[in-house]
């Protein structure tokens, strides 16, 4: 219980750093006003965006996997029929990812919003 709990604080601490420093960068400057506060939303959006992109086709690839060793456990003579299948379902289930990354460094770099 204290590891998930660790884990979750330190996790909250990591989303929420960067934009806290970023808005007080900016306070700082003197820039001031609903700049910050886009920034800082932009930077959340993007982690948040990255890390559930990166969490659900993980789970899509490990049942894929897990799938195709079970149907090359049951059926040895059809294990590259299953091998050819499974990789090209990885690949599509990785391109998801890949959407998740651009829109998050589109929200980094390219600033849309502001």
């Not at 998930?4 to 934009?19: E, I, N, R």
């Not at 899509?60 to 049951?74: L, P, Y």
Request: charged share 10%.
């Amino acid at each position: 219980m204290k590891k998930k709990l660790f884990g979750l604080m330190f996790g909250a601490a990591a989303v929420f750093a960067g934009p806290t420093m970023a808005l007080a960068e900016e306070a700082a400057s003197g820039k001031g006003g609903h700049e910050g506060i886009v920034l800082a939303a932009l930077f959340i959006a993007a982690g948040l965006g990255m890390g559930l992109g990166a969490f659900g086709p993980g789970i899509g690839q490990g049942n894929a996997v897990r799938g195709a060793v079970e149907g090359i456990a049951r059926n040895p003579g059809a294990s590259g029929k299953i091998l050819t299948t499974m990789l090209v379902g990885l690949a599509m289930i990785e391109s998801l990812a890949i959407y998740a990354l651009v829109i998050a460094l589109i929200l980094l770099f390219a600033n849309p919003f502001m």
